[in-house]
C-alpha cells in the first residue's frame, strides 16, 4: 500500500475512532474497547474493500457488512456517518430516546446498516444467508461480517461455520476482531476459544492470520480473500481492546463503559494529537 | 366420518410451497434435516436448487432465513414447531422479528397430534411465544383447504409469519372452490345466539361436532374459525360477545398465552363476558397415537360442549 493511501486510511481511522468516543460519551454507556479496537477493519471495509454507494444504501448489488458483534455499533456508525451515509452531527445522539442510532445496529433506521445485530452468534448466520443468496442468483456481490472472540463461545457460529464451508460460500469473509479481552476478563480467563485457525480449518475456512491495526495486512488480508476459491475465508485479526486511547488499552473494564468528562477530554485529546501528527 | 377425506395441513404446505416456486423464480426454501415430515421434500425436488438443507442446526437456519429475505427473497424455514419456535426463538425473535424481514416460518408437527413422539417433540407453547414477539403474524390452518389458501395468501404479506401446521391426518372441512383465506379475519361457520364457539387448527373439526351436539340439545351455538391467531379479528369477536354474551375457545395448545389468551385479552377491555379457555391444561403431554393423546388430553367435541355449557351457566349467573 502507498503511503498516501495508508495516511489516509489511519486518519480517517482516527475520526471513526474519536466519533465512537463522542457516541459513547455523550449516551453515558456504550461499548468502547471493542469499538476502538475494530476501527482500522472497519474503516478499510468501508472506505477501501467494499463497493457500497452512501446515495443509495439499499443498491442491490452492494457488498454487504454485518456487524455480528453488534456492541461496536459505536464505531460502525462513525464509518458510516464518515463515509456519508449520514451526517457525523447525528453521533452525538447514540442510545438517546429520539435517535435513529440504536445502542445496537438497526438496519431498518440507520442508512447503510445491513442487518440488524446484537445478540451475539447471529450476525454470522444471517452474513451467510446473504452470501448463500447471492451464490442462488448469481450475483456478484460480497459479503463481510465482522464478530467479536468471546462470540465466538456462542454455538451458532460454529453452525454457521459448518454450512458456510459445506455451501461452498467463497464470497463470505469473516473477521474476527481477536483483542483477547470479553466482558467479564481474558478470553483464557472466561471460556478459551483458541487455538482459533485450527478449529476454522478444521471447519472447512481458509484462515489469515494478520495484526489488526496495519492496514498493509489488512488488505493482502481481503486481497488474498478474493483469490480463495471454494470455501469461505477467516481473517483473524489480533487487535488491542481501547486501541488509540492510552488508559483503555487492554483493560477490559472499558469493554462497556462511557468514560466520564475528563476521561472523554483525555480521550479525545489523544486522538486528536495522533490525527494532529499526520497531518501535513 | 369414516367416509370422510383425511390429509395432514403439513401435505397441503408442501403442494403450496411448490406452487409458489412456479410463481416466484427467486423463491428459497430452507429446512433442518426434516424435509420428509415437514413436506419441504416437494419443493426440494421441483426445485433442487433453490432448496438447501442446513442440517441439524434451527438456530443458524433461523438467522440465514432472515439474512436471504434482507436480500429481497421470498423464503420459507421449516422444521417442528418445537424447534422453530422452542428451539430458534431468540433467532426469531432478533434476527428476523426485530427487523421485521419476511421469513415465513413454516412448523409442522404443532400441538399434542404429534403422538408417539411424546412430550419433547409435542409443542403447545408455540402460539405464545410467536404471538409475543412485535410484528409476527401467527396461522394455524385448519385443514387441506385453508392450509393452502393461507400459504398462497401470505406469502404475499410484507412481513415475517408463522405457520403452524399438524403432523396427523385430518378432515378436509372447506370446499376449494369457494373458501377464501383472508388475512387476520375470522371466519363464521355457523350462526347462533346462547354462546360463540371459537376455534382454530384440528379443533375446529371438533368444534363443528360439538356445535351438532348442542343443536341437538337446544342450545344455539355460533361458531368461528380463527385461522389467523394474531392480528385476531376483533370485529368477529367483539359481535360474537355482544350478540351471544359467551364464548368458549377451543385450540391444540396450552390454555396460557395462545387463542384463548388472545381473545380473553382482546374482550377483556371491550366487552367482557365470560370465557372459557380450552385447551391444554398447564401440563406436558405423553406418548401414544395421536388420536388417543387428544382424548386423553380432553381435546374433543364432548369437552367442547361441556365447556360450552359451562359458559352460558356463567352468563347466566
Known amino acids: ?280 | 366420518m369414516a367416509d370422510v377425506k383425511k390429509i395432514a395441513t403439513r401435505d397441503s404446505y408442501g403442494e403450496a410451497l411448490v406452487e409458489l416456486g412456479a410463481q416466484n423464480p427467486d423463491m428459497i426454501v430452507l429446512d433442518a434435516d426434516l424435509a420428509h415430515a415437514t413436506k419441504t421434500l416437494a419443493f426440494q425436488k421441483a426445485y433442487p436448487d433453490r432448496f438447501f438443507n442446513c442440517g441439524i442446526a434451527e438456530q443458524n437456519m433461523m438467522s440465514i432465513a432472515a439474512g436471504i429475505a434482507a436480500t429481497g427473497k421470498l423464503v420459507f424455514a421449516s422444521t417442528f414447531a418445537m424447534f422453530a419456535a422452542g428451539r430458534a426463538y431468540e433467532q426469531v425473535r432478533n434476527s428476523i422479528g426485530y427487523p421485521h424481514l419476511p421469513v415465513k416460518i413454516g412448523a409442522t408437527h404443532g400441538g399434542l397430534s404429534v403422538g408417539e413422539d411424546g412430550a419433547s417433540h409435542q409443542c403447545c407453547e408455540d402460539f405464545a411465544l410467536m404471538r409475543a414477539i412485535p410484528g409476527m403474524t401467527v396461522i394455524c390452518p385448519a385443514d387441506y383447504v385453508e392450509a393452502k389458501k393461507a400459504v398462497l395468501a401470505a406469502a404475499k404479506h410484507d412481513g415475517p409469519v408463522y405457520f403452524r401446521f399438524g403432523r396427523l391426518a385430518v378432515p378436509v372441512l372447506f370446499n376449494e372452490n369457494d373458501y377464501s383465506f383472508e388475512l387476520g379475519k375470522g371466519i363464521l361457520l355457523g350462526e347462533g345466539k346462547d354462546v360463540t364457539i371459537v376455534a382454530t387448527g384440528l379443533m375446529v373439526g371438533e368444534a363443528i361436532a360439538a356445535r351438532e351436539q348442542l343443536k341437538n340439545e337446544g342450545i344455539s351455538a355460533r361458531l368461528i374459525n380463527m385461522p389467523t391467531i394474531k392480528p385476531i379479528d376483533r370485529e368477529i369477536l367483539v359481535a360474537a360477545a355482544r350478540e351471544t354474551g359467551a364464548i368458549v375457545t377451543t385450540e391444540e395448545h396450552s390454555i396460557i398465552g395462545g387463542l384463548g389468551g388472545a381473545v380473553a385479552e382482546t374482550l377483556s377491555g371491550i366487552c367482557p363476558v365470560p370465557i372459557i379457555r380450552h385447551g391444554v391444561e398447564d401440563e406436558f403431554g405423553h406418548s401414544g397415537p395421536a388420536l388417543e393423546v387428544l382424548k386423553h388430553y380432553g381435546l374433543t367435541a364432548e369437552k367442547i360442549v361441556a365447556q360450552a355449557k359451562q359458559a352460558i351457566a356463567l352468563k347466566n349467573s
Not at chain 1, 159 to 186: H, R, T
Open chain 1, 1 to 280: 500500500m502507498d503511503e498516501a493511501k495508508k495516511k489516509s486510511l489511519t486518519k480517517m481511522a482516527l475520526r471513526v475512532r474519536m466519533g465512537a468516543i463522542e457516541g459513547v460519551f455523550h449516551a453515558k454507556s456504550g461499548h468502547p474497547g471493542g469499538s476502538l479496537s475494530v476501527a482500522d477493519v472497519l474503516t478499510y471495509l468501508y472506505f477501501e474493500e467494499m463497493k457500497v454507494d452512501p446515495q443509495k444504501p439499499h443498491w442491490k448489488d452492494r457488498d454487504r457488512c454485518v456487524l455480528s458483534k453488534g456492541h461496536a455499533a459505536p464505531a460502525l456508525y462513525a464509518t458510516l456517518a464518515n463515509r456519508g451515509f449520514f451526517s457525523v452531527d447525528l453521533l452525538k445522539t447514540l442510545r438517546k430516546i429520539d435517535s435513529i442510532l440504536q445502542g445496537h445496529p438497526n438496519m431498518k433506521q440507520v442508512p447503510g446498516i445491513d442487518m440488524s445485530t446484537g445478540s451475539l452468534g447471529q450476525g454470522i448466520s444471517t452474513a451467510v444467508g446473504m452470501a448463500l443468496s447471492a451464490k442462488t442468483s448469481e450475483d456478484s456481490y460480497r459479503v463481510y461480517t465482522v464478530l467479536g472472540d468471546g462470540e465466538l463461545g456462542e454455538g451458532q457460529v460454529w453452525e454457521a461455520a459448518m454450512f458456510a464451508s459445506a455451501k461452498k460460500l467463497d464470497n463470505l469473509v469473516a473477521v474476527i476482531d481477536n483483542n483477547n479481552l470479553q466482558i467479564d476478563g481474558s478470553l483464557e480467563e472466561v471460556n478459551s476459544p483458541y487455538p482459533i485457525p485450527e478449529k476454522f480449518q478444521a471447519f472447512g475456512w481458509h484462515t489469515i492470520e494478520i495484526f489488526g491495526h496495519d492496514f498493509d495486512q489488512i488488505e493482502a488480508a481481503f486481497q488474498e480473500a478474493r483469490t480463495v476459491k471454494g470455501k469461505p475465508t477467516v481473517i483473524i485479526a489480533r487487535t488491542v481492546k481501547g486501541k488509540g486511547v492510552s488508559y483503555m488499552e487492554n483493560n477490559f473494564i472499558w469493554h462497556g463503559q462511557a468514560p466520564g468528562q475528563d476521561l472523554y477530554e483525555q480521550a479525545m485529546k489523544e486522538l486528536g494529537e495522533q490525527l494532529a501528527g499526520l497531518e501535513d
